[in-house]
């Protein structure tokens, strides 16, 4: 098992999501480890809100991405 390299954390959609991994990227995980991204939402509006999150590496056998959604009462 190699290094996983995290090159970027990407989100995109309609959730004003703002953050950054904890460590800058590239972030280097080793077989077993583990790290942290941290997000803090801020509603602009009121409604349900939609956003992917996409980490990006060099797992040429999967593409990350989490679908999150949050009912905003602004």
């Known amino acids: 098992m190699s290094d996983l390299r995290v090159s970027s954390v990407l989100v995109t959609g309609t959730?004003?999501?703002t953050g950054t991994p904890v460590s800058p990227t590239p972030?280097?995980?080793i077989p077993g480890g583990e790290a942290d991204v941290m997000l803090t939402w801020q509603p602009k509006a009121?409604?349900?809100l939609k956003a992917t999150i996409q980490i990006v590496s060099n797992d040429?056998?999967?593409t990350?991405?989490?679908q999150i959604n949050?009912?905003?009462?602004a």
């Open 15 to 17: 959730m004003d999501l």
């Open 27 to 29: 972030i280097v995980i």
């Open 46 to 48: 009121a409604g349900e």
């Open 60 to 62: 040429p056998r999967v």
């Open 64 to 66: 990350c991405a989490v």
């Open 70 to 73: 949050g009912t905003s009462l």
